[in-house]
């Protein structure tokens, strides 16, 4: 099997999606940076950083065998098994706004989402763990500019 047919094989339904806004900015970004179309786009959580974890955002010529495969909007998503599970549902946004502008995961695996990554806080605590405390319930975002 050939590896266009082994993506193929591996695409499943849409667990993880992009919005419309999102999936241009990475076509956007594809093009700036002479991206060639046959790679992907991985998100997954990696461990470290500031706040413990991580998103993952990275564009990726290789699948790995235990890698699951999205299509949304045009765009082919790359994820291992791993951050799968912690990633489920999970809808990538792009935002630009009065804090800012880029990609935010709408994770539903989470009760609130830190644009760092941070997964520390449960659905009682409104704070990140970067340090910044400014999240509200009503926002998604911490404000330590990570979104």
């Not at 992907?40 to 564009?59: D, H, N």
């Not at 880029?102 to 941070?118: E, I, M, V």
């Given at each position: 099997?050939?590896?266009q047919e082994t993506q193929e094989a591996q695409v499943t339904t849409q667990e ?16 700036e940076n002479q991206v060639p179309e046959t790679h992907g786009l991985r998100i ?103 979104h």
């Amino acid at each position: 099997m050939n590896t266009q047919e082994t993506q193929e094989a591996q695409v499943t339904t849409q667990e993880i999606t992009l919005t419309p806004e999102a999936a241009e900015q990475i076509r956007l970004i594809r093009r700036e940076n002479q991206v060639p179309e046959t790679h992907g786009l991985r998100i997954g959580i990696q461990s470290g950083g500031c706040c413990g974890s991580s998103y993952l955002l990275a564009f990726d010529e290789k699948v790995e065998a235990t890698d699951k495969v999205f299509q949304s909007e045009g765009v082919s998503i790359y994820v291992d098994e791993e951050s799968l599970e912690g990633l489920s549902g999970t809808t990538l946004e792009y935002v630009d706004g009065p804090q800012g502008k880029g990609f935010r995961f709408n994770n539903p695996n989470k009760a609130q989402s830190c644009g760092c990554g941070d997964s520390s806080h449960g659905e009682s605590d409104s704070s990140c763990g970067c340090g910044d405390s400014s999240q509200s319930e009503s926002t998604s975002g911490c404000g330590c500019g990570g979104h």
